[in-house]
Every structure is written in structure tokens, then in C-alpha cells.
């Protein structure tokens, strides 16, 4: 790495954790080596990764979510490498009743369903080509002297704009969560307490000046709890100090407050119609008449949800979002709110509901037996794969090919070929459930007609990028008087603490001067383009950043957002996790982009994850709904149909 003086002033060469560290040692993920002990290593040999003392995947920092590594085997089948190419994979003998391909929270999900359905005896293996299990749910730790701390590197909450369908609700109260009892756990009076409120950090390049201004409509949708409460003078602050044209301040306080109906004269229906098919940004210039200046606030408002901007969303789906425009036209009540009230937050995010559903699965991994004790409870990943347990979860494994044994109408059995280290292995199994996403299925499963091929690819993934950045102290937010940042000129749109949760033995951080894990988010769009464009621009855009790169754009960010509080990057940035997800969220179809498909009736996802023999297709892709709920939803129906035959 050069060091400029920039450089050393940001702290690029300060020893932070940031590398990928495990049992001390730098681990090299890269290439098709996910670790030295891997090597030549079979499935179940003592010195597979997982086994070896230390590992801990939480617990690594640098470059996490899709890391190096992962995808080395999937990306060689997308470029047409052959998996074969070192010769024929080696049999493991085992078979089972059941082989899930990916453990995310659908993945995890199918295998406890299908547990219920066949019994506990039932063998069932789990295959994840990453190094923890949970997919998006995913957990990231911090040690800062003797404390540990807790961030979120993927899926936040249990929160959806549909309702939580019986069977996920279910499946959610058996792991032992109980939603309605998450106000207890919150301090909700923590942040106005202290006088901290949502900000908006208005940058020098994009407005000409740095300046953190109270933000008078925070969190579109996202004010759960009241903790995105704007603070008592946010309307006069923002009116006086926002770095934009004056009659933008204006028209964008008439927007929020003034309750107009910008659609006279159209009934609901007629309405509806016409903001589901005109973007939010071309509502607020053609339609409400904002000043330029106001779109380019909210220009990326829409990213961490959508993964877009506002020009490539529908006005309909930002009024269902609680974005601004829409009080006076008859749309504030969809029933939404009582929704939102199904709402809960792990320290971890969903990675407690991944965590819990691997410790039903297999109660040795993880010690005790509710979902407080779930949050400071530590995995031992050595206890994953055992041969004495009825339920197996296999990482580094990428699947490979998925084909019946003869003829798929009267095959009795699926073989599963999966890629580990530098080596290929074969197991067998009566059924197969693919919880990847439906992009990478026409690669694994060839016998698949070409139809369904086309239709799983058109199951984009959204590329989304989630830092997590460890602080010695939160004294400079305290003193900018700041909770959370919209930047919309960052190279992060967001910068947030965490809500203030307490969960069993897990304490949230209190006092200014004790550590703080501060999140930060991007979406990864190219503006102009259409969506599915934008994702792929996206996804080659975090592919191709490393991490050091990201590391000076968290430090430079910070340092001009926290730096007037009395951050110094250098001296007090002490761990970053960047959590890269260039395959994010499900693609959701939109009435601005979809309509065709929308109108048809029947969606592509609904055509792709018909079941094929013995194999069935789970995962939130095959709802087309990126959410927890879905992955649940969908991993339901995929046992059903295993189970049926
Ligand atoms: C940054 C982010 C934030 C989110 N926040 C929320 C939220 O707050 N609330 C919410 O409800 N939802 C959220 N989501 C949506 C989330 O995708 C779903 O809620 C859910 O976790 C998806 O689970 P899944 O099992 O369907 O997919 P995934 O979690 O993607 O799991 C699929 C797994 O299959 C693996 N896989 C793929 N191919 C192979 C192969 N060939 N062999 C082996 N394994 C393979 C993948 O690597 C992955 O680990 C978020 C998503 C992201 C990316």
C-alpha cells in the first residue's frame, strides 16, 4: 500500500483489525484456497477448517458478506470452467433424505421443516459455499478490550411491508421469539434523552459545503419506535442551514408539511395508476413542482431499500415507504402501521434467527436454550459437520451439479457434486432442495428445461455494501448531537448507531465514551439506467473495489462528517468489516420497470420455481420478495413438495 500524507493523517497505516485474521494467523481467502488446513482435506477429515481451533467467522474483519473465495467455483461455472477438470470427484458414500444447497434463512428454515415432516432421524446435509452459515443473516463481532460487540452485516430485522404469513410467524414464536415483547428490550428514550438526532451531512463536492444539518423528515418509513423522531428545532434548523436553494427549503417544507393533494381530481384507483407508473423523482419535478435542488437531496434516499435511486422508482412504492408528498392524497393509511408494529431487532439482526434455527437443528453448536441467551452465545463451528449427528451443515462447499440418478420421472436418488478446497465430492440423496439463489441454478442443475433455466435468471440479485466501523468512543457524535446520517453525497448514504438493544446478557453501549459499532451503508446504482442495468453495473462495481479502497472512502467519509465532533480517523477507528453483497437482496418486480410482467398474471419467479423430479427450489428469490418472511414462506412449500412425493 503507498502511504500519502493524506493517507497517514486518514490512519491507512495504522494497525487496525482489518485484515482477515483467524487463530492469529493471516488466513488466505483467495483463489480456490479458503485456508491452509483445507487442503486435501475430505469432507470429514479433523483438519478441515471448521475444525480448527479458532474458527470463528464472526469474528473476522476486512472484507466479509460475499468474501474472496465463496464464489471462485460458482463464478468458474458462469465463465464455463470445468469443475471436473482435475478429475472424477471423490465419492463420499454418505446419503441422505435430504440435501439443502445454501444456508441462508431459507436453507436453515427447509432443514427444520422437513425435520418436523420426516422426524428426527431424518438425515439432512447443508451446503454454503461461504465460510459461516446464515447467508444474509449474518453476524459480525468486535473486541474492544474485554467487551465484546455485536453488529448486523446483512439482514437488520424482522420487518416487512407484507405481513408475516402464519407459517413464519410460527416458525418465529417456536424459535422463541417473542415480537410483541421487543419494547422491552429497547431503550427507546436513550437517544432524545441525550439530544441526539437524525442529521443530514451535506458534502463539499456535491453542495459546495460541508454542513450537518438537523433532518426534518428522517428515515422515510423507518420511524419504528420513534427513535428516527427529528429533533424539536429540525424544522427551523434545516429552513435556516441547508446548503440548497432557498425556495428548495421552501418547497421542500411544503412537500412534507403542507398535506397537499398534488392529484386533484383523480379518484384512489385512478391515482394509484398513475404513481405506479412515473418515478418519485419525476413526481416530485413534474408533478409536485420541486425545485431541482430537492431531488438532489433525496436523489438517494430510496438506496438502502430499494438499491436504487429515486429516478428508478415508483412514486406508488415511495408513498407505501412513508416518503414525503403524499399525507394529502388520501395514502397515509394502508394499514401499514400495525405492520411495522411486527417489528424486531437482534444485535446481529436475522443472524439470531439463523443462529437459532442451527441450534434446533443441531443443539451441540450452540449452547443454551432461548433467544436472549442466542445473542452472547458462541458457535462451535467444529461441531457442525459431525458424523454422529442426523443434521450436517457443511461450509466452503460450493454445490456444483445437482442431477437425478437415471431418469429424472422414475429416479429414486440425487447426486450432489460439491467443491471444497481443491477438491471435488459426490453424496447421494433422496431429495434435494436448492435454497441458492435462482441464478446460479441453471449452472448446477443442467437437466432443468431451458424455460425454467431462463426464468431463474431472471432472478437479479441487488448489490449492496454494509461497513461495519468499530470506535474506541461515540464522544464526537454525542457532540454533533448526531444518531444518524443521511449523506446524500457520501459515498455511504447512511450512517447510523445501532438502536439502543439489550438483550439478555448484551448491553448496548451507554456512555459517549465507550465503544460504539457504527453501520454504514451504500447502495451500489448507476443513475440512468435501468435497474436491472444498475444491479449489474452494481455488482461488477463491488467486485472489483478492494478493501483498501473502501477502507480510505470509510475513513475519508468519517473524518469529514465526524471530524468537527473530535474524530480522528487515525486514532480512533479501531476495526472495519465491510460487508460486501453484490448478490443482495431478491429482485421485486415494479410497476415502473415490470409491468408486462405484472399485468400477465404470473410471474417469472412463480414459473421458476416449479419443482423438477426430486429437486425443489426454495430461497427469497423464488418469491421474488427480499425479505425473512419470504425465505421462510418459500422454504415451506419446498418441503411440501418433498414431502408429498
Ligand atoms: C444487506 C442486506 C440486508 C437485508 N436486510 C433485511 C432485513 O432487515 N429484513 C429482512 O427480512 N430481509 C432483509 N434482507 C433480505 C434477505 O435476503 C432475506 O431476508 C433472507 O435472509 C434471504 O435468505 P435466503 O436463504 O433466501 O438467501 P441467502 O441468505 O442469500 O442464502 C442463500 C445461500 O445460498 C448460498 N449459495 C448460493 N449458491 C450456492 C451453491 N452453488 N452452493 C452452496 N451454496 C450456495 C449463498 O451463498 C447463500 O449463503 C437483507 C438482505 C441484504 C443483502
Known amino acids: 500500500m503507498r502511504i500519502d500524507n493524506r493517507d497517514h493523517e486518514l490512519g491507512m497505516d495504522r494497525a487496525i483489525s482489518r485484515r482477515d485474521f483467524l487463530n492469529g494467523a493471516a488466513l488466505i481467502i483467495g483463489g480456490t484456497v479458503v485456508g491452509p ?11 478441515a477448517p471448521e475444525k480448527t481451533p479458532g474458527y470463528y467467522p464472526p469474528a473476522l474483519t476486512g472484507m466479509r458478506g460475499n468474501h474472496d473465495g465463496s464464489f471462485t467455483f460458482a463464478h468458474g461455472l458462469r465463465d464455463g470452467k470445468k469443475w471436473d477438470a482435475t478429475g472424477a470427484p471423490e465419492n463420499t458414500g454418505e446419503t441422505y433424505n435430504l440435501v439443502v444447497v445454501g444456508g441462508g434463512i431459507s436453507g436453515l428454515a427447509a432443514a427444520h421443516f422437513f425435520r418436523k415432516r420426516a422426524g428426527a432421524a431424518a438425515r439432512i446435509l447443508i451446503l454454503d459455499n461461504h465460510d459461516d452459515f ?81 433532518d426534518p423528515y428522517p428515515f422515510p418509513g ?61 413526481f416530485l419535478t413534474e408533478i409536485t413542482g420541486m425545485h431541482s435542488d ?18 428508478a422508482i415508483a412514486a406508488l412504492d415511495a408513498s407505501e415507504q412513508g416518503y414525503p408528498g403524499f399525507d394529502g392524497m388520501g395514502f397515509e393509511a394502508t394499514g401499514l402501521a400495525d405492520e411495522r408494529k411486527y417489528f424486531f431487532h437482534f444485535p446481529d439482526g436475522n443472524a439470531s434467527i439463523a443462529r437459532l434455527l442451527v441450534r434446533g437443528l443441531i443443539p451441540s453448536t450452540i449452547p443454551g436454550h432461548s433467544a436472549t441467551d442466542i445473542v452472547t452465545a458462541k458457535a462451535d463451528y467444529s461441531r457442525l459437520d459431525e458424523e454422529s449427528s442426523p443434521v450436517r451443515i457443511r461450509l466452503n462447499s460450493t454445490a456444483v451439479r445437482v442431477k437425478h440418478v437415471g431418469e429424472v420421472a422414475s429416479a429414486k436418488e440425487v447426486e450432489v457434486t460439491y467443491a471444497r ?35 431463474l435468471c431472471l432472478a437479479q440479485k441487488v448489490p449492496l455494501l454494509y461497513t461495519n466501523v468499530l470506535l474506541r468512543n461515540w464522544t464526537s457524535l454525542q457532540k454533533l448531537q448526531a444518531n444518524a446520517i443521511y449523506a446524500p453525497g457520501g459515498y455511504h448514504t447512511n450512517v447510523d448507531m445501532d438502536l439502543p438493544v439489550s438483550i439478555g446478557e448484551y448491553k448496548c453501549t451507554r456512555e459517549p465514551d465507550e465503544p460504539v459499532v457504527l453501520h454504514m451503508s451504500k447502495g451500489a446504482c448507476h443513475a440512468g439506467l435501468s435497474p436491472r442495468e444498475q444491479y449489474t453495473m452494481g455488482r461488477i462495481e463491488l467486485f472489483t473495489t478492494d478493501f483498501e479502497t473502501i477502507e480510505r472512502k470509510v475513513r475519508d467519509q468519517l473524518a469529514g462528517i465526524l471530524g468537527p465532533g473530535g474524530l480522528d480517523p487515525a486514532r480512533d477507528i479501531l476495526a472495519i468489516t465491510v ?30 420455481r416449479k419443482p423438477f423430479g426430486r429437486i425443489s427450489i426454495a430461497n427469497s428469490d423464488a418469491g421474488a420478495h427480499a425479505f425473512t418472511n419470504a425465505a421462510i414462506d418459500q422454504a415451506y412449500r419446498a418441503v411440501r413438495e418433498v414431502t408429498k412425493r
Not at 417473542?178 to 442529521?199: A, I, T
Open 37 to 47: 488446513p483445507l487442503l486435501g482435506a475430505t469432507p470429514n477429515a479433523d483438519d
Open 294 to 311: 430537492v431531488t438532489r437531496l433525496y436523489q438517494r434516499i430510496s438506496q438502502p431499500l430499494f438499491g436504487v435511486g429515486i429516478e
Open 579 to 608: 460487508n460486501r453483497w453484490p448478490h443482495g437482496y431478491a429482485y421485486e418486480y415494479s410497476t415502473l420497470w415490470d409491468s408486462a410482467i405484472l399485468e400477465s398474471g404470473e410471474r417469472p419467479c412463480d414459473r421458476a
Open 421 to 455: 478446497g481443491d477438491k471435488v465430492y459426490v453424496s447421494r440423496s433422496k431429495n434435494v432442495i436448492l435454497a441458492c439463489w435462482n441464478a446460479v441454478i441453471p449452472y448446477i442443475c443442467e437437466e432443468l428445461p431451458e424455460k425454467q433455466k431462463n426464468d
Open 134 to 214: 446464515g447467508g444474509h443473516a449474518k453476524r459480525n463481532e468486535f473486541r474492544s478490550g474485554k467487551r465484546t460487540l455485536i453488529g448486523y452485516g446483512g439482514s437488520y430485522s424482522i420487518e416487512t411491508p407484507e405481513p408475516y404469513s402464519e407459517v413464519a410467524r410460527d416458525l418465529i414464536r417456536e424459535l422463541g421469539i417473542e415480537v410483541s415483547n421487543f419494547p422491552k428490550y429497547l431503550d427507546r428514550r436513550l437517544y432524545s434523552s441525550s439530544g441526539r438526532v437524525p442529521k443530514i451531512f451535506f458534502d463539499k463536492e456535491t453542495f459546495g459545503v460541508e454542513r450537518l444539518v438537523d
Open 222 to 282: 423507518g420511524e419504528t419506535y420513534d427513535l428516527a423522531v427529528p429533533g424539536p428545532k429540525a424544522w427551523e434548523h434545516f429552513l435556516a442551514e441547508a446548503p440548497i436553494a432557498e425556495r428548495a427549503r421552501k418547497d421542500f417544507y411544503d412537500l412534507c408539511q403542507g398535506r397537499k393533494d398534488y392529484l386533484p381530481g383523480l379518484s384512489r384507483e385512478e391515482r394509484e395508476q398513475r404513481l405506479a407508473h412515473i418515478s418519485y423523482a419525476r
